[in-house]
Structures are given as C-alpha cells and as structure tokens.
C-alpha cells in the first residue's frame, strides 16, 4: 500500500515553508510520519504543481522550494514530469 498525495501551490494558504509544512502534515503528512499507527503507509508525490505560466519561474518560486524541501526533509518519493501538457493561458490544454 502507498499513499500518492496530490498537492498544487494555488491550493494553499502559504508559499512558506513552515505554514506549508503544517499544511501538508494536517492534510497527509501524519500517513507517514507516526509508524506505530494503523494507517502508517509510504507516501509517493505523483503528481504536484506550481503554476500554469509557460516560463521557467515556477521552478524558482518559493513554494516550489517549499515543497520539494518537505520531500527531502522527509524523506519520502515524488516524480516531476517536464515535458507535458500545460494550461498556461487558461483556455484549453496545449499537450506537449
């Protein structure tokens, strides 16, 4: 069994690394990080984002940064796919 969270910056409160921590915990951190519990599980990041601009600054943006030090503090996988579909003007899907 493993977990698959499905986290995006615009659906969060805070960029900040520790509100966005506290976020992630209440929301599926506690899967993984109590492993005496019954719903202890791995957890693998499939699928997150940051923003529907077709630039580079959304690899830079804080909470970018944020999100991937959750992973590295953690500990736990995750998977970036960079060359897919993007939404970037809002009005359709533009694959590839």
């Given at each position: 069994?493993?977990?698959?969270?499905?986290?995006?910056?615009?659906?969060?409160?805070?960029?900040?690394?520790?509100?966005?921590?506290?976020?992630?915990?209440?929301?599926?951190?506690f899967i993984f990080q109590q492993s005496s519990q019954p719903y202890f599980a791995p957890v693998w990041m499939g699928e997150f984002g940051e923003c529907h601009e077709n630039n580079n600054g959304?690899?830079?943006?804080?909470?970018?940064?944020?999100?991937?030090?959750y992973a590295?503090?953690?500990?736990?996988?995750?998977?970036?796919w960079a060359i897919d579909?993007?939404?970037s003007t809002g009005s359709g899907r533009c694959y590839g």
């Open positions: 069994l493993v977990y698959s969270s499905h986290d995006y910056s615009w659906s969060q409160s805070s960029d900040a690394y520790q509100q966005l921590s506290k976020t992630l915990d209440a929301n599926w951190g959304c690899l830079q943006s804080t909470w970018w940064k944020s999100i991937t030090q590295e503090t953690y500990d736990f996988e995750w998977a970036y579909g993007t939404e």
